[in-house]
């Protein structure tokens, strides 16, 4: 309390993930945080039911027990100054139950066992997440006219300098990012982060969400890592580029004299995602608007695959090898929650090294043929069916998680196919 005091901070705010990755949390004067890291911030449970929209869904543990408590709990050791309000700092928290026990929703606890259980074969993750998202005005259309500016930097495809000024301040928030450019598609745009263990990335990847979304909404702009905002451009992607060491510090995906020059381990490991694909797609890829990013020719995935370098696969293997040998995994979109994916991404590759499940023979040339692979879920609801009959990844989630998302998850479907689109409206309504 006295060093935030020492530095003119006065606030702090405590946020943490919700099932889709939102950040809630509550500002705490810097006078009251002792009895806060004593007893922690109640909210209620239901925060982890609760829709965008604000509707609480009845998810078990929540609107039957009666919308019980949970604490949140700061975690000090992640505090960081905001550079756009002075006098505030923000950090993480950690769910608990009333009687102490960690919240089996938590979907950074979630993902802290996801490491524990790769620690017991000697292993640890290292994770670098890719996010890419859309800049647009507050009435959802796209920010400037930057259609074609693929892969360029200034203020021909960011007018207003968005980039950079997101760009610094996050690096001032300490959350690795180290370059950035326009994107694919018109008004997006991608901010690279660098490497760390699993939960120090994801704790990074949410912050820098979070961080995103305020900087545009302190200019009047709205950003969104929604999957795919628009029917006439691609998507937004959360690659999460993975690579493994054991206790000697050293990368055990590196094998010069191995076939493509990877492990046994690193074989091991591509077998358990693609194996466990399916049902991984419900936590990489966890709106009803994901699956509007899959598709042929999409530079999304489409089949369950992998291959050397081939951004057509839905594993691709970077060229790097010795401490640079990694797995990208391009499965997620940017929507995903970045605890959850990552902890879906760690379950994998902890079943494949596990089960020593082999691969098939890299693809070759351009996907997307299915004569050769098998296709991925190719909606919410075969992606949850998926995750509820991968028993064994299940179990490494967490019975409480999987059982709550399943819930959640499946209301979302129940009210989309409920709901009259815009689409059928206009498809429908003159002629009919």
Known sequence: MEELASRGVDVLRVVYPDLLGIDRGREVLVEALPQAMEHGLAFCRAVYHTTPTGETIPVPGGLDQGLPDMAIFPDLSTVQDLPWEPGVAWCLGDARNPDGSRAGEDPRAVLRDLTAKLGELGLTAIVGPELEYFLLNPDGTRHGDSKGDVYTAGRRGDPDGHLLKALRWTRDLGLGVTMANHEYAGSQFEINLTHSEALDAADRAFRFKAAIKEIARLDGRMATFMARPFDDEGGSGFHVHLSLTGADGRNV????????????????????????????????????????????????????????????????????????ARLEVRLGDASANPYLGTAAVLAAVYLGIRDRIEPPAPLEGYGYDTSRSAVLPMSLGAALDALEADAAFGALLGKELVTSFLAYKRNEVERFERAVTDWEFREYAYHL
């Open 253 to 324: 995906f590196d094998g010069p004299a191995e076939p493509y020059g990877l492990t046994e381990t690193a074989r091991h490991a591509i077998g358990g995602l693609l194996a466990h694909a399916p049902a991984a797609a419900a936590l990489l890829n966890p709106t009803i608007n994901s699956y509007k990013r899959f598709g042929p020719d999409t530079l999304a995935p489409w089949l369950i695959d992998w291959g050397l370098d081939n951004r057509s696969a839905m594993l691709r293997v970077p060229p790097e090898r010795g401490a640079g």
